[in-house]
């Protein structure tokens, strides 16, 4: 294999692995904003879902050794703990009315803080857990092999655009986020179905958390989300909402991701400047699509039945 096929290849592979998390957490905001509630927490739910299952695989290490279930149990907790952060979010935009950003904003405060103190009291350091072994698979040929969570971030959106166009949920769901009046006239639960929606997104920004910290890496790292949770946000926004929009959208900024990992260490372009490639690609995407985009219409506004 020549030089450029080699890079090319790499950079590939890179994109892939870059736009699984954005992809997995952009799904999850196009449900919760389908149905209403708009959670700029899934910044924070990454965190909490890479924390919870790096912590769970290397606890349960230390007591049965390394296992080949320990990584998809990880996967399950991580999943769990950011329904339940999700949970906590919809039930005080939800239920008690309050502002969905300045919720979102608190989870996000939290998650900078809560990591440092189990990692404080489990390792004695505030930065990061220790090393598992039992990390995720790698699926498919010599070369091109990826985590299985890949496959399933694609998979999600054919799936995703099925249960939210073809099926009585997905229209129940946009009914909710559109138009929750009319919903509630025709027997609709609004408050049921927004739950649904926002619980959804912290399943898949939790699976995104384990998919960085046991699948992309073996351990958590404070931090180590690096702006995912808001870039997902404007893919979503740039991807209007809709799972194939979402796809390519998290498909730029993952090409994005991978290629400042590709030219770092080169003489191409200054080091900061690679650096901050990505951030500057959501900031450019944001500033010319934001006010062509239009958000359901219900979004962010609190229904009282």
Do not use: C
């Amino acid at each position: 294999m020549n030089l450029d096929a080699a890079f090319f290849l790499a950079l590939l592979l890179s994109t892939l692995r870059q736009t699984t998390p954005l992809l997995l957490t952009a799904l999850g905001g196009m449900f919760s904003e389908r149905s209403g509630v708009v959670n700029i927490a899934l910044e924070g739910i990454i965190l909490f879902g890479a924390l919870s299952a790096a912590v769970f695989v290397e606890r349960m290490e230390a007591s049965l050794g390394p296992a080949p279930w320990l990584p998809w149990a990880g996967v399950l907790v991580a999943m769990v703990v950011g329904a339940l952060v999700a949970w906590v979010h919809a039930v005080v935009s939800i239920r008690y009315r309050a502002d969905q950003i300045v919720s979102g904003t608190a989870l996000n405060l939290l998650a900078l803080g809560a990591p440092s103190l189990v990692l404080t009291y489990l390792y004695g350091n505030a930065t990061s857990s220790k090393e598992v072994q039992s990390r995720l698979p790698l699926w498919g040929p010599e070369g091109f092999a990826l985590s299985p969570l890949v496959y399933l971030a694609f998979l999600l959106v054919p799936l995703s655009w099925w249960l939210l166009f073809k099926t009585p949920w997905g229209l129940r769901l946009r009914a909710v986020g559109e138009y929750p009046e009319a919903a509630d006239t025709l027997g609709v639960n609004v408050h049921r179905m927004r739950y649904l929606g926002v619980v959804l997104s912290g399943v898949l920004a939790g699976l995104a958390g384990a998919y960085l910290s046991i699948g992309f890496l073996n351990q958590f790292v404070r931090g180590m989300s690096a702006g995912m949770g808001f870039i997902a946000l404007a893919a979503m926004i740039f991807g209007k909402w809709h799972p194939v929009g979402i796809l390519f959208s998290t498909l730029l900024f993952g090409f994005a991701s991978a290629l400042a990992i590709q030219l770092q260490g080169t003489d191409i372009l200054p080091a900061v400047l690679v650096q901050a490639f990505p951030y500057v690609v959501t900031i450019l995407v944001l500033a010319g699509f934001m006010g062509r985009s239009r958000p359901p219409g219900a979004v962010g506004k609190p229904y009282e039945k």
